[in-house]
């Protein structure tokens, strides 16, 4: 229903910060989410944005991550600060769509130590 494209992603120190994008097809009126999933894990949902504003994020990322928008740009981003390791994942965005859940290809972040 929704194309969504990210781009962003790459090898970062620890401490250090990215900012991924998600490029959508359309005007962003879905529930928007960032997920990740590292090697040999599943996925995880890091970050959400509602229509109306609202934000959750995973305990992991909290107080660290950000998820914005800008409708002008049709556009979802995920401000990462202070990276750890443990952030190191494969990070996809969805758009809540019907019938199906929309997904992006994913963009690739490394935290090196």
């Known amino acids: 229903q929704v194309q969504l494209v990210e781009s962003g992603g790459g090898l970062v120190q620890a401490g250090g910060s990215l900012r991924l994008s998600c490029a959508a097809s359309?005007?962003?009126?879905?529930?928007m989410g960032w997920y990740r999933q590292a090697l040999g894990k599943q996925r995880e949902l890091v970050a959400r944005?509602?229509?109306?504003?609202?934000?959750s994020y995973a305990d992991s990322v909290k107080d660290r991550f950000t998820i914005s928008r800008d409708n002008a740009k049709n556009t979802v981003y995920l401000q990462m600060n202070s990276l750890k390791p443990e952030d190191t994942a494969l990070y996809y965005c969805?758009?809540?769509?019907?019938?199906?859940?929309?997904w992006g290809q994913g963009t690739q972040v490394t935290v090196s130590s």
């Open positions: 969805s758009a809540f769509t019907l019938p199906r859940q929309s």
């Open positions: 359309g005007r962003i009126n879905y529930l």
């Open positions: 944005l509602a229509t109306g504003g609202s934000t």
